[in-house]
């Protein structure tokens, strides 16, 4: 069974940096893009930035100079380095993989999401 794995959220103060991880493990044969999504609170999840496994990367307008998004594919792990956190940036954090497992279809994997809160 394939996971996702989040780590890295909390509080952060305005202009301060958070580096968020998402790990999967599991019978992953190959992973093709990963992501970042985010949900504030009253508001759709919407798309943070995007990498595919040749890392040609994707951002939102509203994170563009700001994050960065990164990953390892011996660890199957992407990062998202985000600076000058800004108030607007609260909200839950989701990576998002699309997976094959061996001897399986390819699907998009969700983690179960951490919090990062942007408050002085």
């Known amino acids: 069974q394939v996971q996702l794995v989040e780590s890295g959220g909390g509080l952060v103060q305005p202009g301060g940096s958070l580096t968020l991880s998402c790990a999967a493990s599991?019978?992953?044969?190959?992973?093709?893009?990963m992501g970042w999504y985010r949900q504030a609170p009253g508001k759709q999840r919407e798309l943070v930035a995007t990498?595919?496994?040749?890392?040609?990367?994707n951002y939102a307008d509203s994170v563009k100079g700001r994050f960065t998004i990164s990953r390892d594919n011996a660890k199957n792990t992407v990062y998202l380095q985000m600076n000058s956190l800004k108030p607007e940036d609260t909200a839950v954090y989701y990576c998002?993989?699309?997976?094959?497992?061996?001897?399986?279809?390819?699907?998009?994997?969700w983690g179960q999401g951490t919090q990062v809160t942007v408050s002085s």
């Open positions: 599991g019978s992953i044969f190959k992973i093709n893009a």
């Open positions: 990498i595919t496994s040749g890392f040609s990367t």
């Open positions: 998002n993989a699309y997976i094959f497992e061996i001897r399986n279809l390819g699907r998009t994997y």
